[in-house]
């Protein structure tokens, strides 16, 4: 049974930094993706199981993605957070596949195991 946790959201002014954080990650393809009131899910950042990382245009330069295999544990730095930014953000896995293809329009349809998501809020 898989079971993927995050946590480490909350309420941040523009500017600020949060690091989530995904318990249970696997070794294979995983990703952080978000989604706000009324818009579609997207993918925000992804991770090889081999640690190569992909990002949407949107948070490159300000959000990395990692993980810690001893730990089990995935995680989304986020920094220099916009408004824009504000979502539920929750961590998946792909079933079997290690390398992750990119960042594509419903990729989450392509992810088997979720998280519950954890909140994150950013004022201007």
């Not at 995904?22 to 991770?47: D, H, L, N």
Request: hydrophobic share 30%; aromatic share 10%; charged share 20%.
């Amino acid at each position: 049974q898989v079971q993927l946790v995050e946590s480490g959201g909350g309420s941040v002014q523009a500017g600020g930094s949060l690091r989530l954080s995904c318990t249970g990650s696997r070794y294979t393809c995983m990703g952080w993706f978000r989604q706000a009131p009324g818009k579609e899910r997207e993918g925000v950042a992804a991770i090889d199981s081999d640690g190569s990382t992909r990002y949407a245009d949107s948070v490159k330069g300000r959000f990395a993605i990692s993980k810690d295999n001893d730990k089990n544990t995935l995680y989304l730095q986020m920094n220099s957070l916009k408004p824009e930014d504000t979502a539920m953000y929750y961590c998946a896995s792909r079933r079997w596949e290690r390398v992750c293809p990119g960042l594509y329009p419903a990729m989450h349809e392509d992810f088997t195991y979720w998280g519950q998501g954890t909140q994150v809020t950013v004022s201007s």
